[in-house]
């Protein structure tokens, strides 16, 4: 694709949380154009409405064959399968990325059967928030975040610069590049695990109107109990292996702790926290 600004036709798949915040965020780059494919004949209306898009379709085949950049934004199984359904679709010449959480298997199934001169190029926007749908999108939900490439070896460079581009035109801070393996081991630790302890909390005890006894530790701890339980669901499945190496290092780590405890060993429970508050100061 020859860049020229965001003067280019974009076509974004999924109108909800992520995709509907790109729309938001692409569109003061003043692209050529936005369409929007989604199965919610509503939140297409909605993004009409309110102008974040110029187009709007629940199939989008003549939006497809015009597209120069394709953004989807659909879950990890939807996305092989809404790339495999339309490969015929597309321009000989597209660039094609995600915005799905897990990278291993979607990089590699895409790429098996995607006709050569189309570039799909694995994306993650480290960006969300526990309420799903376009009416929670933002386009400042990107400012400051972090966006993860995964790029093949059959990706042509100016087309993962266009995406680096993208991604810090949208107000993301760091854009970082990984392999699709390297990717889901880090997510593992930084994401899913989060959300693992979160729901293991709220689950843990039944305290009646606990409401009425918590601060902001608990909010903070369990913010992301909210979840969206058939995505998460999905992509603690397609990266088992690695979440259940960092659920079992966590496990140890909170038997230290619980063993410090029982012997009231208050020297080791300093020593622990220190370690952990100076970790904590260096990452931010």
């Known amino acids: 694709m020859d860049e020229c600004d965001f003067d280019f036709n974009i076509v974004i798949v999924g109108l909800g949380l992520i995709g509907g915040s790109y729309a938001m965020a692409l569109k003061e780059l003043k692209p050529r154009q936005i369409c929007a494919i989604d199965m919610d004949e509503r939140a297409l209306e909605q993004a009409l409405e309110i102008g974040i898009i110029d187009k709007g379709c629940k199939n989008g085949k003549s939006f497809l064959k015009e597209a120069d950049l394709i953004i989807i934004a659909l879950y990890p199984e939807e996305t092989v399968k809404f790339v495999n359904d339309n ?51 933002s386009k400042d939900i990107f400012q400051d975040a972090n966006y993860i490439i995964t790029p093949a070896e059959r990706n042509k460079r100016e087309n993962i610069e266009l995406i680096e581009k993208m991604a810090r035109s949208m107000g993301c801070k760091n854009v970082v590049s990984l392999t699709p393996e390297e990717h889901d081991k880090i997510i593992s630790y930084t994401s899913h695990l989060p959300h693992v302890i979160a729901v293991s909390l709220m689950n843990s005890n039944m305290i009646e109107n606990v409401g009425l006894f918590i601060a902001g530790s608990f909010k903070d701890a369990t913010r992301v109990a909210n979840i969206n339980s058939t995505l998460w669901s999905e992509l603690f499945a397609l990266n088992s292996e690695s979440l259940v190496a960092e659920i079992e290092k966590f496990e140890e780590s909170i038997k230290e702790i619980k063993k410090a405890i029982k012997s009231e060993d208050k020297q080791n429970l300093i020593n622990i926290f220190k370690n952990a508050s100076e970790k904590r100061r260096k990452m931010v």
């Open 87 to 137: 490969k015929q679709n597309f321009k000989k010449s597209v660039v094609i990325t995600d915005t799905c959480g897990i990278k291993s298997g979607i990089v590699e199934k895409i790429n098996s059967f995607l006709p050569e001169g189309m570039d799909f190029i694995g994306g993650h926007p480290m960006a969300g928030r526990e309420s799903k749908g376009l009416k929670s999108a």
